[in-house]
């Protein structure tokens, strides 16, 4: 294959070149960016990917951005922020919105729409441009490891209208909506960043379950569409979808009638970097009808950019990829880049305010009280609020790779705050029961479960705590899938730090 000095490109190389660049969309590492990702945007990259590595802080992340459009001021600058459990933004402290599974719980579109239209209100004021959210899968296999409370739901409809209503708010805040993962994760049981899920499921059923969100995102005007790493043998029996023609270009150009961006997930996710490398899923993935190659969340480096670009750019020279194929994902890139430069407000981006941040503020926190299900026990028609501090026992499974482990998660914190001298304890597989009975002595125990349906060990310490203390109150942050068990049972539809809170209020009682 061809190979590019890493230098400036040659003139006759040049366009080519820079059609390649425009078309990365990679990660760095750092809270500012570094010489060589400022010189690539200079020689045409048209996008940078932001991760929780790259965020300390709203003012912070408002530098680091004015530093990317200042040298150039039409850079695409995204980020993985669904809110809920899913946050950059707040990495560290957990996310003022709840995410997608609250909202649906809720099911006021009207609601949706602000959440979205304020967390576009925030990344704009960052200088974020590009939004790789919402999510429009919808949940339909409650075993699913990588989407749960991202999904608005298991239903279709519902997933379809506020998957709209999410794209409508977001973009009303001048930040790009990038709707995934295309054509629809929920039906798996496998984690894309670990292998290649797949999903058996007729055409019928794609059309009626799978792709009606998608179709809704569409009449929406997402401005972007991710794809997924999974394999769907009624499209495409050999290939996955980020990288099948049939179902990038056949089903989402041509039969669903999208024009605008088209995105991957990240192509270091073993899904695809596992079976076919990312140099030669790249060059699939363009051809196949991708515009923009997300990649950045585990390899973030200019080797990795500058080994792509050449890959692309090889594939073309030799005619494994069409030059006007190439040419047209990068004037997506442009394209959408440019929506986002005119959009952008005459004052450019700024420290993100902190409005609404604190207790008892904020869209979010009103939406994450909303969205509580709370359930008394079979021997109490109400729950009587604590009093005293209780001891709190998460169960705490292993990070979704999606979600990561950075970001904290419970309600521990918060009861600490509205009752003081609340203790905790983390719990991981595999725990015995007689452990966190002494470990909280003569405290009332509130047991936090992250999808209990989903690990049988979860379920294990639970009923034995409810066994041996069944005043235990029980907090599901994750899909309430399991039956109710507790003195009270409040389902939070998510761990966001938010969702922490409004459970938090609950228990004591404020």
Not at 69 to 74: I, K, M, S
Not at 166 to 180: F, N, P
Not at 232 to 260: F, H, K, V, W
Not at 293 to 307: H, N, P, Q, S, W
Request: glycine share 10%; with cysteine.
């Amino acid at each position: 294959m061809t190979t590019l000095a890493h230098g400036t490109a040659t003139s006759s190389q040049d366009g080519l070149t820079r059609d390649a660049l425009a078309v990365l969309q990679p990660g760095f590492p750092g809270t500012t960016a570094p010489d060589w990702l400022l010189r690539r945007v200079g020689e045409g990259l048209s996008s940078v990917g932001l991760f929780g590595r790259n965020i300390a802080s709203p003012e912070q992340l408002a530098a680091l951005t004015a530093q990317l459009l200042a040298e150039r001021d039409d850079v695409l600058v995204a980020i993985d922020e669904e809110g809920g459990d899913v946050t950059r933004l707040e990495v560290r402290h957990g996310s003022s919105f709840p995410g997608n599974l609250a909202l649906g719980a809720v099911d006021d579109t009207d609601l949706t729409r602000e959440v979205a239209r304020e967390l576009g209100r925030r990344l704009a004021e960052c200088g974020v441009n590009l939004n790789w959210a919402p999510s429009a899968d919808v949940n339909s296999n409650p075993g699913n490891p990588v989407i749960g409370v991202r999904s608005f739901g298991a239903g279709t409809d519902l997933v379809a209208r506020h998957t709209a209503a999410y794209i409508e708010g977001l973009q009303s805040a001048g930040v790009a909506a990038c709707t995934k993962h295309f054509p629809g994760h929920g039906d798996t049981a496998v984690d894309s960043h670990h292998a290649l899920p797949r999903i058996d499921v007729d055409l019928d059923t794609l059309h009626a379950r799978e792709l009606a969100p998608f179709r809704a995102a569409i009449a929406g005007g997402s401005k972007a569409v991710m794809s997924a790493h999974i394999l769907l043998p009624a499209l495409d029996p050999t290939r996955p979808a980020t990288l099948s023609p049939q179902i990038l270009t056949g089903l989402l150009r041509e039969e669903l009638g999208y024009q605008g961006l088209i995105v991957t997930d990240g192509m270091e996710m073993q899904a695809i970097s596992a079976t076919y490398g990312i140099e030669r899923g790249s060059v699939l993935a363009i051809a196949a009808g991708a515009d923009a190659i997300c990649v950045g969340g585990g390899l973030a480096d200019e080797e990795t950019v500058l080994r792509l670009r050449d890959a692309l750019v090889g594939a073309v020279r030799e005619g494994h990829l069409p030059e006007e194929r190439l040419a047209d994902a990068a004037a997506r890139v442009r394209a959408l880049a440019e929506w986002t430069r005119r959009t952008r407000g005459a004052s450019g981006p700024g420290a993100a305010s902190q409005e609404g941040t604190a207790p008892g503020t904020g869209i979010g926190l009103t939406a994450a009280r909303r969205a509580l299900r709370v359930t008394p026990g079979p021997h109490a028609a109400t729950f009587e609020p604590l009093t005293a501090a209780p001891y709190v026992a998460a169960l705490t499974p292993v990070a979704n790779i999606a979600v990561g482990d950075e970001t904290p998660w419970g309600v521990a914190a918060e009861l600490a705050r509205l009752l003081p001298g609340t203790e905790t304890g983390t719990y991981a597989d595999p725990v015995t029961p007689e452990t966190v009975l002494k470990d909280a002595g003569d405290r009332r125990i509130v047991a936090v479960v992250r999808d209990v349906h989903r690990h049988p060990w979860m379920a294990g310490a639970l009923d034995a705590l409810l066994d041996a203390r069944p005043d235990t109150v029980v907090v599901e942050m994750g899909v309430p899938q399991a039956p109710q068990r507790g003195a009270v049972h409040i389902a939070t539809h998510g761990a966001a730090r938010v969702c922490g809170r409004a459970a938090a209020e609950v228990i004591a009682g404020v």
